[in-house]
């Protein structure tokens, strides 16, 4: 479809914005500019992407006031039918997708998904039991005494995660999170040399710990999982194995990550986003074993009030979309695009943790690469109109807020149409513009780039961009 067609998806979405602008017009013309940015800049930052008008549409309208408690066929609401159909439509297309037992697809986000599992988890290890023991059914019929004897037990729940300065994720345990509070965290790092998990030093860990879940997943770490390899090791202990796909669900569904490197024929529960490799609208997904089914159905009101079903109607047209034989080769592009700058990146000069990738992003040391912080680069770039964000690395001396490193993704860019070739080429242009940043004396987020350099590179990326339009569909 070429931009400047009257087409279905320009006069649906132009005529939304219109809308919204009879309203509150400040509010629309913030939006247009927005999907200005989006179009000017290429978007790099490895857990965003771009979902189809298709999904937009399902997620912008009249489903949205709906109240439906519960879940299909069996809510705390009348008038339910249609979003029931809705529902039962998503969970059937995302269990085929991913050949999982059960679906729940109602987390508002990731953090809910992770919420709503480790409570599932902590339930299914300690509750069940001890109300099986006391021959109850849930705790309503319970003394307040055993309720608290149970309570306190299921807060000693041992979680074992990927560290945050690892690259795991503040909901795996991370101090300042609540999955921290109701139960006790433990993490594993990487191994300093090479910054790839080591599974001999997980089992180590493991066994130190014995812990009760044991988790695997990331969000900033450029390589697989062995997930036959974690099973063995939550074999060894007793534990739960969890696996968090949230970044990679995209990859597992258009099947580059198969065997031991796909999660659900190991993993006792599994929780995602659905809108970073996979395409869909902003949400949460969890997909388990049968046994995990009665305590993740409970998510609302475990952790949620009630599910959108609008955007559980994005989500399953999502779902379709990822069923296609066109996300295979979606999901096969991400990675190879992913190599490409990466490979390129070193070619240069320029430090890739982990000497490179297997998936949708690679991390970059910019202090041993360039001399900058995270923070500075970040900044750089995004005036050339390259947006990443900054992130910190393994045992990072820059902390948490300036960083030493940035990560970079694939999959927006794919998804706009780049491929090997135009990666090498965006890694060109942010290895030439980083080099020709220079940071300021005493400070961790200022720097100033070559104005010479800045103008070449901005020409560059613009020109790039403009063989890759963004939504040709809406003529606006
Ligand atoms: N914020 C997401 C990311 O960027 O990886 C994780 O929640």
Excluded at 335 to 348: P, V
């Amino acid at each position: 479809m070429m931009a400047g067609q009257n087409t279905r998806e320009s006069v649906v979405m132009d005529g939304a914005l219109e809308m919204v602008a009879g309203v509150f017009p400040e509010v629309a013309e913030a939006m247009r500019w927005e999907l200005a940015s989006q179009r000017g800049s290429l978007k790099m930052i490895a857990s965003e992407n771009y979902c189809s008008p298709a999904v937009m549409a399902a997620m912008g309208n009249w489903l949205t006031d709906k109240y439906a408690e519960g879940v299909p066929y069996s809510r705390f609401y009348a008038g339910c039918e249609h979003v029931d159909q809705i529902e039962q439509l998503a969970v059937d297309e995302v269990r085929n997708l991913f050949g999982a037992d059960f679906a729940y697809v109602q987390p508002h986000s990731g953090a809910d998904a992770n919420l709503i599992a480790l409570w599932s988890m902590i339930t299914h290890r300690v509750q069940d039991p001890e109300l099986e023991r006391l021959g109850l059914k849930n705790v309503m019929g319970m003394s307040g005494e055993d309720y608290e004897a149970i309570r306190q037990k299921m807060c000693q729940t041992k979680l074992l995660g990927l560290s945050l300065g690892s690259g795991g994720h503040l909901t795996h345990g991370f101090r300042q999170n609540v999955s921290s509070k109701f139960c006790q965290a433990f993490s594993y790092d990487v191994d300093p040399k090479s910054l790839m998990l080591d599974y001999k030093e997980i089992e180590r860990v493991a066994k130190e710990v014995k812990p009760d879940i044991l988790l695997a997943g990331y969000s900033a770490y450029s390589r697989t999982i062995d997930f036959a390899k974690m099973r063995e090791i939550a074999d060894s202990v007793g534990a739960t194995l969890w696996g968090d796909i949230a970044h990679f669900a995209g990859l597992v569904a258009g099947k580059q990550l198969t065997g031991n490197f796909d999660p659900v024929p190991f993993c006792d529960i599994i929780t995602s986003t659905t809108h970073k490799t996979l395409r869909g609208p902003r949400g949460g997904l969890i997909l388990c074993k049968k046994e995990y089914e009665e305590a993740v159905k409970k998510g609302c009101p475990m952790v949620i009030g009630g599910p959108l079903e609008n955007m559980i109607a994005a989500k399953a047209v999502a779902f379709r979309e990822a069923s296609q034989p066109a996300f295979v080769e979606y999901a096969k592009q991400v990675i190879a695009n992913s190599r490409a700058f990466a490979e390129r990146m070193m070619s240069r000069g320029g430090v890739v943790l982990s000497g490179g990738t297997d998936n949708h992003m690679a991390i970059i040391d910019v202090k041993s690469s360039f001399g900058l912080t995270g923070r500075q680069a970040e900044i750089a770039l995004r005036e050339a109109s390259i947006t990443c964000n900054r992130n910190s690395i393994p045992f990072d001396a820059e902390g948490a807020w300036y960083t030493s490193g940035i990560r970079l993704g694939s999959p927006a860019l794919t998804s706009r149409g780049m491929k090997e070739g135009e990666m090498e080429m965006i890694a060109d242009f942010i290895f030439d513009l980083l080099k020709g940043t220079k940071a300021r004396e005493n400070s961790r987020a200022k720097a100033d780039t070559d104005p010479n350099m800045l103008r070449e590179v901005g020409e560059n990326v613009a020109s790039l961009l403009g063989k890759f339009p963004l939504y040709p569909e809406f003529e606006f």
